[in-house]
T-cell receptor, first 112, second 113 residues
Framework: KQEVTQIPAALSVPEGENLVLNCSFTDSAIYNLQWFRQDPGKGLTSLLLIQSSQREQTSGRLNASLDKSSGRSTLYIAASQPGDSATYLCAVKVFGNEKLTFGTGTRLTIIP | GAGVSQTPSNKVTEKGKYVELRCDPISGHTALYWYRQSLGQGPEFLIYFQGTGAADDSGLPNDRFFAVRPEGSVSTLKIQRTERGDSAVYLC???????????FGPGTRLTVL
């Protein structure tokens, strides 16, 4: 059974700093990995999707990397802003199964 | 519409009542998913539709839960004899194909008193 872990559960950093969020998964036979953002009381916004054949994806100040062999992904946020404050969730899809398995998320607070 | 929409946004009901939650996927998306998110947790998979048929319903917790997608577009999640433990946010997602990126709606917050 695929298990997804995100550590830490919460993180606070001063505005302007670069930061890294971590995601680990137990079954390396993944099809893709998706990073989401969730604001309080809201749905999920897709940030980046990495296919199993890719090592990283970039969108603006966000960069996601994938290391299947070690079962890890990181989300790098450059030059953090207060508007980046939210919960960040990673989710994986394995071959032959269309559902996403989610971690419990990291609640990020950017301090102005 | 531009994104996935869900109605109602909030639903309060009493224990033992029947509820229906609606999801309108992105136009043209063939795959539709339902997830449930409890407070402080990540979403958990309930059921996945490809077209009109339920391709995977392994996440439905028991037979009180049922979902339909009769015309391959709008889907309804139905919960019978609601229990307090059913209280959660129910999220719907759709994707162009089963392998593609999933896009989520804003969710329906269900509270069972």
């Amino acid at each position: 059974k695929q298990e997804v872990t995100q550590i830490p559960a919460a993180l606070s950093v001063p505005e302007g700093e670069n930061l890294v969020l971590n995601c680990s998964f137990t079954d390396s036979a993944i099809y893709n990995l998706q990073w989401f953002r969730q604001d309080p009381g809201k749905g999920l916004t897709s940030l980046l999707l990495i296919q199993s054949s890719q090592r990283e994806q970039t969108s603006g100040r966000l960069n996601a990397s994938l290391d299947k062999s070690s079962g890890r992904s990181t989300l790098y946020i450059a030059a953090s802003q207060p508007g980046d404050s939210a919960t960040y969730l990673c989710a994986v899809k394995v071959f032959g199964n269309e559902k996403l398995t989610f971690g419990t998320g990291t609640r990020l607070t950017i301090i102005p | 519409g531009a994104g996935v929409s869900q109605t109602p946004s909030n639903k309060v009901t009493e224990k033992g009542k029947y509820v229906e939650l609606r999801c309108d996927p992105i136009s043209g998306h063939t795959a539709l998913y339902w997830y449930r998110q409890s407070l402080g947790q990540g979403p958990e998979f309930l059921i996945y539709f490809q077209g009109t048929g339920a391709a995977d319903d392994s996440g439905l917790p028991n037979d009180r839960f049922f979902a339909v997608r009769p015309e391959g577009s709008v889907s309804t999640l139905k919960i019978q004899r609601t229990e307090r433990g059913d209280s959660a946010v129910y999220l719907c997602a759709s994707s162009l194909t089963p392998a593609a990126e999933q896009f989520f709606g804003p969710g329906t917050r269900l509270t069972v008193l």
